[in-house]
Structures are given as structure tokens and as C-alpha cells.
């Protein structure tokens, strides 16, 4: 039996979030999934952090990926039943990163 541990869920998704806000296609793709999983903030939320990233520059992909991960161990605290499908998420990303 695996044990899901959720800040590792959530830390690992704030990561391909980071990936996320500078490559397109991911951004999409993930925009649709944690609106699905977590309803049209967080999709909008994402829309927010991509622009920061692209007002700022590179420099602000460790604050994104910081506040994404502390977003996220929130959610899953509200909605445990949400850690699998939020891990698998982050796992589809992964393998299908270039």
C-alpha cells in the first residue's frame, strides 16, 4: 500500500505549476485540470501567477511555485479526497514533459 503524503503532492504539482507558467501547451492542459479539481479560481488563480511571471521574469517562478505549494496543502487539507487525483495530475505532467 503507497501512502500519499499531501505537502509532497502539493509540493510536487506547485513544481510542473512552475514548469506550467512558461510553457503553453502544460499551461493549458493544467489550467483545464485544476479548474476541474478545484473549480474556475484556481483556474483563474493560475491565469494571475502566469501573468506575474511574465510581468516579472524568470526571477518570480520560486515565489509562484511557493505560494502554488502553500495553496495547494490548503486545499488538500480542506479536501483530502482530492490527494490522489492531484498526485496523479502532477504524475501525467511529469511524464510528458520533454
Do not use: C, K, Y
Not at 503507497?2 to 512558461?22: C, E, K, M
Not at 502532477?90 to 511524464?95: E, G, I
Amino acid at each position: 500500500m503507497q501512502v500519499i503524503h499531501q505537502p509532497r503532492v502539493a509540493w510536487d504539482t506547485a513544481r510542473v505549476i512552475g514548469d506550467a507558467l512558461r510553457d503553453d501547451a502544460l499551461f493549458g492542459w493544467l489550467h483545464h485540470e485544476l479548474g476541474d479539481l478545484f473549480g474556475p479560481a484556481a483556474g483563474d488563480a493560475l491565469v494571475e501567477s502566469r501573468n506575474r511571471v511574465r510581468w516579472a521574469g524568470d526571477a518570480r517562478l520560486p515565489v509562484e511555485t511557493g505560494l502554488w505549494r502553500v495553496r495547494l496543502e490548503d486545499a488538500l487539507r480542506q479536501r483530502p479526497e482530492l490527494t490522489d487525483e492531484l498526485a496523479g495530475l502532477a504524475s501525467v505532467a511529469r511524464a510528458h514533459r520533454p
